[in-house]
């Protein structure tokens, strides 16, 4: 109550006598309609842009905020729109032609490009935008923004149909785009103003520019946009859109050396992208198919708690921004491991041998609906079922043959409303439910999120308040949890901060759809940032900031266990040099803990010494053929076990030329004398702990050579390689503490080796429609002893057995308005 108090004192006791932030310049044009289609060549003819809005005078956010574009530099864009869309053109000049930095990455990637880009805000919200990019060499970026409670991000994997040309000059480089209206959502007035920005970058020196200025110290990107008014009679096209693919799959796995199975299988279906009406959109995916995807990065995990991986699958990562509102949805828990995919070997019968157990659910379909009214309120709702996953088993002496089912039918579903208010804030309600089919448990979350900003803008406050229930349909009962973040502080001008608190209580989770790893906790902390956007002699910008966090068990764990956890403080600097360096220095102190989560069982914890941690990273200017990325952590524990935890990291970038570039990445992470959970004592009431050394490599080698801006080929290369050498086992005590114990401390040796690649060629056949070949190359190996020599590891790995899967997919987009226009000819 003390922390709300507090907050509610610094939100309207201070506001009245805040510093004040200058107001932003707002820049208005007026729209221009045109009948004539123009040609897209990359040649801005002035014949054919006459009559077009102007847009000029580009003012800097970096390196110098508010200086304006050079002479020697400028750039000039046109706007014009017809009945179908919206046309876009300029030329951006330089001094000579060698000042133009060009490369071919592929769509999405912004790699050692110069761009331009549009922004087009079609609600006025100041929070929701769309947003179009193109390189001199004519290859596309497009994303979506939308707010989170620490500003604006940017959605790259929202994907969308539009056109470019491009031409590179001696002494500058034109574009032209055509973005049709079917590929932007705006309400059905008619008339419309649109909140408006264009960017420009110049790689080679750093800058970038903004036709409507950008004051770095004010909170918020789109709160600083220009104004497009006058679009009049803009009719919103029948937005219908198929994507059917086929695909081939050939897969290789060696059961022994010498002998091996190969498998095929051909797979078809279609992705669907409805406009229900110019607000909504349905988009389904109808028997998905992701088996290209990027391969996973396999670690050795020794911590209590799961790895997130990233989601590679095209539909859960396009325009999922409102679903992701309060991190309550994690798209992997869809068609991920079966709920029982672990208690199978508790099941199994005398003489029984587990024969197959499948590791992913498979999913069967998956729908979204989402979009925005002209009033401001976004509605999204995600559905997907997977189907029952079971596990084979076989009795060694008669042969019979059962299942053991791993997961039920299960429906997976997410519900949001989100409300744009003034003054840049929302209001959201979230739900997320999980049902399963038979005995297993069913999950729901719901939660609130607001955030508030008051009129000028300075001064947030925000929260997420959560509920979750669990339904048992064997025992009928009901679990109850619940959760709160609340925050509040000033989000403008060169200093800022933010209070915080974050509660959670004992049966409170959201792990069936969301990623959730521990709950019984209250945390209260202050998070202070200094803002320097201004140059100085020797650098461009500077931020820093420092949070200090405080962290105790809500309810006790145990008898006369302790309810504190840990206290920390965090002090983090970056910046960009002259020379266009990017550095940062990071320093933490942690003081003593009591880990209830390291022991793996309930009731007990592991007292650990406080620690002390320095580190600093530097990354050389990318506009050259050849940078560096080196990173140096250093984490020194002050206990009885005398432990020091090492990071060094270094990532090389060579761009061979605008076609090839290479990146090669090494990390050598040794742990001295780190102690953790090893095992459960078979004898004593409690955990088995080790002090270890532990020595983890990784290497890993990308490559990318595009032949065109519609087609090239990719390589990921990753072996990682984790040690674990026990020199000592303990008996954890019911005091937190350890005692030593006569347990063989190599029994517990272990060492780990992923080895990955994965090659896809990609070419863009048509707009939105793709040819994709992708080679993966998997191989996996466990040893229950210590081998800390990397190239023996990777020898012996290279001769286990290889999984080998060759695919290739065909995937045409199908645009409705398209078709039709070309039956009438």
Known sequence: MSLIVLILFVLFGTAQTSDKTKNPIIKVVESKRRVAKIKLDGVVDSEEWAGATLLDNYVELRPNPGKLESDDAKMIAYLVYDNEGIYFGGICYESSKDMISSELVGKDGFGNNDFVGIIFDTYKDNLNAFEYFVTPLNEQMDAKQFPNPNGNSEDFSWNSVWQSATKINENSWSFEMFIPF?????????????????????????????????????????????????????????????SPYISYYANHYPLHHNSGDLTSQFNGGMDLKWGINQAFTLDATLVPDFGQVQSDPQVFNLS????????????????????????????????????????????????????????????????????????????????????????????????????????????????????????????????????????????????????????????????????????????????????HVIYAGKTNGTYRFNL????????????????????????????????????????????????????????????????????????????????????????????????????????????????????????????????????????????????????????????????????????????????????????????????????????????????????????????????VKNKQLFYLQKNGTLNANDLSPEEYNRTANFFNIDMVYTWQIAQGSFVSIVWKFAVNRFDEEYRANYIRNLSNTLGENQNNNLSVRLIYFLDYNTVVNKRRG
């Open 500 to 723: 915080w608190q974050e509660l959670a209580d004992t049966k409170y989770t959201s792990n069936d759809l969301g990623f959730y790893t521990n709950n019984n906790f209250i945390e209260q902390g202050i998070w202070i940032g200094i803002n320097q956007p201004k140059p100085t002699s020797w650098r461009n910008q500077m931020n820093t900031n420092i949070n200090i966090n405080y962290s105790r068990l809500l309810k006790p764990i145990g008898t006369n266990n302790p309810m504190y956890q840990f206290s920390r403080i965090n002090v983090n600097t970056n910046g960009q040099l002259k020379n266009l360096h990017w550095f940062g220095l990071n320093g933490n102190v942690n003081f003593d803990e009591n880990d209830f989560y390291e022991p793996s069982s309930e009731g007990s914890y592991f007292k650990r010494g406080g620690s002390a941690m320095i580190g600093a990273w530097l990354e050389t200017n990318n506009a050259k053929s050849w940078s560096i990325n080196p990173e140096l952590f250093i984490k020194r524990f002050f206990d009885f076990y005398d432990a020091t935890a090492v990071d060094m990291n270094l990532n090389q970038n060579w761009r061979v030329n605008e076609r090839l570039s290479l990146r090669l990445g090494g990390s050598y992470q040794p742990r001295f004398n780190n102690v953790g959970f090893a095992d459960y004592s078979d004898s004593e009431e409690t955990s088995v702990f080790a002090k270890r050394d532990i020595q983890t490599f990784e290497t890993s080698l990308r490559g990318k050579y595009n032949f065109t801006n519609r087609m090239g080929i990719t390589l990921v290369a990753r072996h990682y390689v984790s040690s």
């Open 304 to 483: 209590p708690f799961e790895v997130r991986f990233n989601e590679n699958r095209a539909f859960f990562t396009e325009g999922t921004e409102l679903f992701n509102q309060g991190n309550l949805f994690y798209s992997r828990r869809i068609g991920g491991t079966p709920i029982n995919y672990w208690n199978v070997a508790d099941n199994l019968n005398a003489n029984e041998k587990l024969i197959s157990n499948p590791s992913e659910s498979k999913l069967l379909n998956a729908s979204k609906i989402s979009g925005r009214t002209q009033n401001g309120l976004g509605v999204g709702i995600l559905n997907a079922i997977t189907r029952a996953s079971s596990a084979e088993v076989r009795d060694t002496l008669t042969g019979q043959r059962r299942t053991i089912e791993t997961d039920p039918v299960t429906n997976y579903n997410v519900f949001i409303l989100n409300k744009s208010l003034k003054n840049n804030s929302s209001l959201s309600f979230i739900n997320t439910n999980v049902t399963r089919s038979g005995s297993a448990y069913d999950a729901n979350v719901t939660g609130l999120i607001f955030n508030l900003n008051d009129k000028s803008n300075t001064w947030n406050t925000g929260g997420q308040l959560f509920s979750s229930q669990l339904t048992s349909l064997q025992d009928e009962k009901n679990s109850f949890g619940y959760s």
């Open 182 to 242: 079917a590929s932007i959502r705006f309400s059905d007035k008619k008339e419309q103003d649109w909140g408006l920005n264009v960017v420009r970058r110049r790689q080679k020196t750093g800058q970038q520019l903004f036709w409507n200025p950008i004051d770095p110290k004010v909170n918020g990107f789109l709160t600083q946009e220009g104004y497009l008014t006058g679009l009049k009679d803009i009719k919103p096209p029948v937005r219908l859109q198929l």
